[in-house]
């Protein structure tokens, strides 16, 4: 088991090519796979209602294989795990704290996995 000391948290969104436009980000590697959550998206930056992220979810979290490098373009910066964005696991919520204890107790399950 990896434990939480050993874990790698991001401060962007982890996958969905609109994850800027979500309020609600966790990323986190676990070993080999990264544990993606993301939420609070807004369809147009201004827009002061969250839609869904896919259908009948305000947000998600998807787990990708995350051995394959990391991400080095220089103006980004952000050091995250590069993934071929074919989850291996998927949990749908309709709220944040839902979201936050969905995304940690991914993260547990992914720990334990080689």
């Known amino acids: ?3 939480p000391k050993d874990w790698k948290w991001f ?4 996958h969905f090519i609109c994850g800027d436009r979500c309020a609600f980000h966790l990323a986190t590697k676990v070993g080999n796979y990264m544990v993606s959550t ?4 807004k369809v ?14 305000l947000y998600e979290t998807m787990v990708f ?3 394959t490098g990391i991400c080095d ?3 980004c910066g952000c050091g995250m795990p590069i ?3 074919n989850n291996v696991d998927f949990a749908p919520y309709n709220t944040a704290g839902a979201a ?3 995304h940690m107790e991914m993260c547990r399950k992914w720990a334990v996995m080689p």
């Open 1 to 3: 088991m990896i434990p």
């Open 11 to 14: 401060g962007k969104p982890g």
């Open 38 to 41: 993301v939420g609070e998206y």
């Open 44 to 57: 147009e930056r201004n827009d002061n209602a969250w839609s869904e992220i896919g259908a009948g979810r």
């Open 65 to 67: 294989r995350a051995d």
């Open 73 to 75: 373009v220089p103006s």
């Open 83 to 85: 993934h071929d964005g």
């Open 100 to 102: 936050s204890d969905g």
